[in-house]
């Protein structure tokens, strides 16, 4: 596959941070990786932050994606959740910055319309739907991931036609 591009999809979050790697050319996506980043709990909020961003930045560097596509933060969430969601979010998309590579955000609602064809759809439909695009095997575990992949699709999903 010539003129691949190389998206991951994050689904950020203080303790699992989900994340999809595909590759991307005309009609064809391929999943090359995905998995979670676990900060240890028992860290200060800034150790946590920090585990986040190095861990970001060795996906990153080994896989060397074209963009990130990240998930927004879902507003209707307490706001003590939304502050430090906002926080993990802020230091992954550093983590993209500091090492040259552009981002895209997507709402949730948008995320699950582009793969579920529903923006409100709950995660396990999205889960199933991102087995099927993905023809994978087994459903993406945890839901974090089916999530971050679900971000990947979206990204692909908005700019087939540039």
Do not use: W
Not at 35 to 55: A, C, D, F, M, V
Not at 58 to 87: C, H, R, W
Not at 108 to 128: I, L, T
């Amino acid at each position: 596959m010539s003129n691949i591009q190389r998206i991951i999809g994050v689904d950020p979050g203080l303790t699992i941070t989900g994340f999809g790697i595909l590759d991307h050319k005309k009609d064809q996506i391929r999943l090359i990786a995905h998995g979670t980043i676990k900060p240890p709990s028992q860290e200060s909020l800034p150790n946590r932050l920090k585990y986040l961003n190095s861990h970001m930045k060795e996906l990153i560097e080994k896989f060397d994606p074209f963009i990130m596509a990240i998930e927004d933060t879902f507003y209707s969430i307490n706001v003590k959740s939304a502050l430090l969601l906002g926080q993990a979010r802020g230091v992954l998309l550093l983590a993209a910055a500091s090492m040259e590579i552009p981002s895209a955000s997507y709402a949730p609602r948008k995320v699950k319309q582009s793969v579920a064809g529903n923006g409100a759809a709950d995660k396990k439909q999205v889960q199933y739907m991102v087995q099927q695009i993905l023809n994978m095997d087994k459903p993406p575990k945890p839901l974090d991931v089916s999530d971050a992949l679900a971000v990947a699709l979206c990204h692909i999903n908005q700019n087939k036609y540039l």
